[in-house]
Nanobody, 128 residues
């Protein structure tokens, strides 16, 4: 069973930066498509960024383009989300997820229901 644990969240002022990490255990993530999602209170979970197993393709939602960057280190079994120029509207619980649907695939999914394994989430709070 693949287990994912996020870390790196916290409280930061607007304009600041955070780097989230997602450490996997139980099996290697090297062939899984990986994604970062977020969920704010009263809102649906939404994709932030996703990356293919081989690093070739990434997607970013418009609200984070140019500010966030997803990366992965398959040797360390870890995925990262570098978040810069943070805004109060970025406040949410951030989740890491692995997609079996995108196993060894060039496709990147935005839909949460295409992700098989989820972490417990890490809170990011951006103050104005």
């Amino acid at each position: 069973q693949l287990q994912l644990v996020e870390s790196g969240g916290g409280l930061v002022q607007a304009g600041g930066s955070l780097r989230l990490s997602c450490a996997a255990s139980g099996r290697t993530i090297s062939s899984y498509g990986m994604g970062w999602f977020r969920q704010a209170p009263g809102k649906e979970r939404e994709v932030v960024a996703a990356i293919t197993w081989n690093h070739i393709s990434t997607i970013y939602e418009d609200f984070v383009k140019g500010r966030f960057a997803i990366s992965r280190d398959n040797a360390k079994n870890t995925v990262y989300l570098q978040m810069n120029s943070l805004k109060p509207e970025d406040t949410a619980v951030y989740y890491c997820a692995a997609s079996a649907y995108a196993y060894s695939s060039g496709h990147v999914y935005r839909e949460p229901n295409r992700y098989t394994y989820w972490g417990q989430g890490t809170q990011v709070t951006v103050s104005s």
